[in-house]
């Protein structure tokens, strides 16, 4: 219904930053609330940041607040993740979702569609 599709990732020093994109086809790109997730060689896929269908609302995991920013922009069909202020904890797989529901957005089991991800290294 939905197809996403990462970019932007790469190596950058620590305290550096990196704007992720994610390149939405398919379905009205506004019906959907959309996250970022990473996932880490051997550990569990971790939440980083959503955003609701209309905009008003974003959440942030803790490990993120106030060097992470998640926006939308609805006419080019593609969702940001600006990354200031890297740190090497934040290598990872990042990789966008969206999702029909409305109201639960930080938790990755409402996400129905994935992108194949872009990956983030953080050298110290």
């Known amino acids: 219904q939905v197809q996403l599709v990462e970019s932007g990732g790469g190596l950058v020093q620590a305290g550096g930053s990196l704007r992720l994109s994610c390149a939405a086809s398919g379905r009205t790109f506004s019906s959907y609330a959309m996250g970022w997730f990473r996932q880490a060689p051997g550990k569990e896929r971790e939440f980083v940041a959503a955003i609701s269908w209309s905009g008003e609302r974003s959440v942030y995991a803790d490990s993120v607040k106030g060097r992470f920013t998640i926006s939308r922009d609805d006419p080019k069909n593609t969702l940001y993740l600006q990354m200031n202020s890297l740190k090497p904890d934040d290598t990872a797989v990042y990789f966008c979702?969206?999702?029909?529901?409305?109201?639960?957005?930080?938790?990755?089991?409402?996400?129905?569609?994935w992108g194949q991800g872009t990956q983030v290294t953080v050298r110290s």
């Open positions: 979702a969206a999702s029909t529901h409305s109201i639960i957005i930080d938790t990755a089991a409402v996400y129905h569609t």
